[in-house]
């Protein structure tokens, strides 16, 4: 991390950058509808705001430049690679791309963009027969697109940490949650008995529930929500 020139003020990267991951995700979610879009648009606020600061203006390096000085003397941080804050804060001082924050960071956001085409694909072919989506990624949780757009994000968390973007990450889940529960109300009314037995067996956003275990917003104690564009 001895870079000696700023890496910042680069705002056609920040444009490229954005552009490239925005147009991905609509190329794998297919946006449709107004509450497609408005998923989509939220998930693009994050990643301008993301590219933003990697590339335009540090402005979390300079909101925390007094601390870091201080606690890591002899960094440059205005230097890229420096940017990689988790990577620095845990003593991984050699190139943070190779580093197990930005390792994983990668997963997350592979992962996540193969979970969303996965997905688009199952709900592509339910909605052109007319039918429930309970196949390949909507077996394991009802929201796997909601899923993923957090994953995704999750993963640029690990690999460029910000003020902003740390701040938009839970306004952004909440947003999401309430745009699932929306969509379920829509399927239920649409799909009746056969979306209750569904929601009751298939957890919403967790995987790792037990498949036959009732769900809250299904049962009675809360909202009866929608599965994806259903």
Known sequence: MTESSPAYGLWSLVAINSAV???FAASFFKPRSSRDWRTLGMFSAFIV???????GFPLTIYLLSG????????????????????EVMFGWRANPHFGPFHIVSNILIAGGFWLLASAWKVLYAAQAAGTLA???????LRHPQYAAFVVIMAGFLLQWPTVITLAMFPVLVVAYVRLARDEERTAA????????QYAQQTPAFFPLRTRHHPDPIA??????????RS
């Open 67 to 86: 601390w870091l000085a201080t606690r890591f003397p002899g960094v440059d941080f205005l230097a890229h690679d420096a940017g990689h804050l988790l």
């Open 189 to 196: 009314a649409t799909f009746g008995s056969e979306w209750q």
């Open 219 to 228: 049962d009675g104690r809360g909202d009866h929500s929608s599965g994806e």
């Open 21 to 23: 991951f925005i147009v």
């Open 49 to 55: 705001a993301l590219f933003a600061e990697m590339y």
């Open 134 to 140: 309970t196949t390949g990624p909507y077996a394991h």
